[in-house]
């Protein structure tokens, strides 16, 4: 098992001798691969990952998946963009072997809504949008908490467009889904944080 520290370490030396180390098959080589980046590493797992033992292991599974494809690292490349892509796709492959269960309902998780369109309980408003909640460091741990008890489905598409960044066109390409479908689904994933987020906030810190 691949011992993964959590704290960050000095990227000395650079990135290219360490992967020429890694291909001419210098062991210690990935010991320094995993010290410099398991901590940033795990860190993406865990956005997509309720499970810490379940992080760890996609983490370990993508260092191993990365070691055996140095043939296709680009020298123009940065390694921690090609590594952070394949812990993504490897925490996706665990969401959906996880998807094979029956999928965790959203609605329970969604506003209601009275007969005349408006919401049935009382609504704490937001200061700022789901998005820009991600980047407050005060409510950061509350986001990280609201997005872990979403379905996994939706955890997913909320992680790639608001936490990845990438494009509905992008997310929708890389969950294999229709565009319109990764609309619908971050739209309702959104509303359901939203919801979570105000119950949070009007419960005493």
């Known amino acids: ?36 980046y398991g901590a940033q590493m795990l860190a993406v797992a865990r956005r ?27 020298a123009d490349a940065k390694l921690s963009t090609w590594l952070h892509r394949i812990v993504v796709n490897a ?14 309902f959203i609605d329970d998780l969604l506003p209601d809504f009275d007969t005349t369109g408006h919401h049935a309980d009382p609504v704490t408003p937001l200061p700022m949008t789901v998005e820009d909640a991600v980047e407050r460091d005060e409510i950061r ?16 598409i909320i992680v790639l467009r608001d936490f990845e960044d990438l494009s509905t066109e992008e997310a929708a390409a890389t969950l294999g889904i229709s565009e319109n479908a990764a609309k619908i689904r971050l739209h309702r994933a959104r509303q359901a944080l939203a919801t979570l987020l105000g119950a949070a906030g009007r419960r005493p810190a």
């Open 141 to 156: 741990v509350r986001v990280r908490a609201a997005v872990a008890r979403l379905p996994e489905a939706y955890r997913a």
């Open 1 to 36: 098992m691949i011992a993964i520290n959590t704290k960050r370490a000095s990227t000395a030396p650079a990135d290219g001798s360490l992967v020429e180390r890694l291909r001419d098959g210098d062991r210690s080589a990935f010991d320094a691969l995993v010290r410099r």
């Open 48 to 74: 997509f990952l309720r499970n810490e033992d379940d992080a760890r292991e996609v983490v370990q599974e993508a260092f191993l998946q990365a070691f055996r494809a140095l043939d296709d690292f680009r």
């Open 91 to 104: 925490a996706l492959m665990r969401l959906r072997s996880a998807s094979r269960r029956p999928e965790g």
